[in-house]
């Protein structure tokens, strides 16, 4: 439900920053799915399940990244009451995400990839809702493009550690560990 309303938000208000959060949002239902799907089974599987979510998860950290260049090269103003409406509501959810899911973050790995990725939702959002009040009170829309491309390498680092996590446990999992 936030991406449909961070997406079309980000493109409503030109936003960089809040089509990012969204696109991660699309990431964070897929790591979820994924986890679900990998209560119960093997060691190898929820290992597998970790590495296609970070993927996943590079993927659209890259595309961020690429958007955001594109709109430095030609973008519009972002509507900066519209990124803090918005982020705040992402907010709220993220923050409850990341309270429920603490209780599992130091459990397999397929549970600690989900908390990584809320623990991600919270820092853009918190920083989408600064750059929207940078962008009201000064006009500059350099604000949301650097958030945007913040947002974007946060999720790539958290993707490197996704994968590499995912392969230590890959390793675990080896008949000669």
């Given amino acids: 439900m936030m991406f449909v309303v ?4 980000g493109l409503l208000a030109n936003s960089t920053g809040l089509l990012a959060d969204g696109l991660d ?9 994924i986890a679900l799907t990998a209560i119960g089974r093997s060691g ?3 290992a597998n399940a970790a590495t296609l ?8 950290g890259l595309g961020v990244i690429i958007d955001a260049v594109r709109r430095i090269i030609s973008g519009e103003l972002p509507e900066g009451l519209w990124m803090i409406g918005i982020a705040a509501a992402a907010l ?6 990341l309270r429920l899911l603490s209780k599992e973050r130091n459990q397999e790995v397929h549970m600690r990839t989900t908390w990584i990725f809320t ?46 996590e995912a392969r ?3 390793r675990a999992e080896a008949p000669n560990g």
Avoid: Q
């Fill in 53 to 60: 979510s970070g993927v996943l998860l590079l993927i659209l």
């Fill in 119 to 164: 623990r991600a939702d919270v820092v853009a959002n918190t920083a989408l809702i600064l750059a929207g009040i940078a962008v009201v009170l000064t006009g500059i829309r350099y604000f949301d493009l650097i958030v945007g491309i913040g947002i974007g390498l946060y999720v790539v680092k958290e993707a490197i550690e996704i994968l590499s």
């Fill in 6 to 9: 961070e997406v079309t938000a």
């Fill in 168 to 170: 230590e446990a890959k």
């Fill in 92 to 97: 709220a959810v993220n923050a409850t995400v």
């Fill in 44 to 46: 190898r599987f929820k």
């Fill in 25 to 33: 949002m699309l990431a964070d239902a897929s790591a979820y799915a």
